[in-house]
Antibody
Framework: EVQLVESGGGLVQPGGSLRLSCAASGFTFSSYEMNWVRQAPGKGLEWVSYISSGAGTIHYADSVKGRFTISRDNAKNSLYLQMNSLGAEDTAVYYC????????????WGQGTLVTVSS | DIQMTQSPSSLSASVGDRVTITCRASQTISSYLNWFQQKPGKAPKLLIYAASSLQSGVPSRFSGSGSGTDFTLTISSLQPEDFATYYCQQSYTTPRTFGQGTKVEIK
């Protein structure tokens, strides 16, 4: 069974940092591209970042470029999102999602982890 | 960036109704269009990928159509468990933008 489990969310002060993790199981993690998607409270879905299976290609939304860093450790079946210079606008539930390569769709999502940026 | 516009933003419908949600892309995306269902407090769930392919395990009352810039999600006979918010998403390029969502409520 495919499982994606996010962790690392919590309360952080403005300007602070946080590192999210996504633990993958039930599939060959190293064969799949992965993404982070977030959802602010009461709002819609916002794509955040993409990483290819071998980490050779990375993309970011303009809203997080220069502040967030996506990475992965295929030996540990884990995806990460390092978030720096956090602001109130980054408050959201963060989901990791597996991407199927030939049509680039997100077939499995984690349950999400809540990041709250507040003083 | 490609903008995705859904309509309507919300709708009220009864069990058994046929429901149609549309999604328009700001430029052509071929068939790189996906539909998700989200219930409160839950992660999004993939319903349709590549504009018209039904994800495994999704009931056949859900269907998708379209290509280029105009797409449609249809629920042929609305069931109680279908009351949720629906999002389209283009996967033609990054950023992989989502529509703003359509909330389907009980009439």
């Amino acid at each position: 069974e495919v499982q994606l489990v996010e962790s690392g969310g919590g309360l952080v002060q403005p300007g602070g940092s946080l590192r999210l993790s996504c633990a993958a199981s039930g599939f060959t993690f190293s064969s799949y591209e992965m993404n982070w998607v977030r959802q602010a409270p009461g709002k819609g879905l916002e794509w955040v970042s993409y990483i290819s299976s071998g980490a050779g290609t990375i993309h970011y939304a303009d809203s997080v470029k220069g502040r967030f860093t996506i990475s992965r450790d295929n030996a540990k079946n884990s995806l990460y999102l390092q978030m720096n210079s956090l602001g109130a606008e980054d408050t959201a539930v963060y989901y990791c999602a597996r991407e199927v390569g030939y049509n680039n769709y997100f077939d499995y999502w984690g349950q999400g982890t809540l990041v709250t940026v507040s003083s | 960036d490609i903008q995705m516009t859904q309509s309507p933003s919300s709708l009220s419908a009864s069990v058994g109704d046929r429901v149609t949600i549309t999604c328009r892309a700001s430029q052509t995306i071929s068939s790189y269009l996906n539909w998700f269902q989200q219930k409160p407090g839950k992660a999004p769930k993939l319903l349709i990928y590549a504009a018209s392919s039904l994800q495994s395990g999704v009931p056949s009352r859900f269907s998708g159509s379209g290509s280029g810039t105009d797409f449609t999600l249809t629920i042929s006979s609305l069931q109680p468990e279908d009351f949720a918010t629906y999002y389209c998403q283009q996967s033609y390029t990054t950023p992989r933008t989502f529509g703003q969502g359509t909330k389907v409520e009980i009439k």
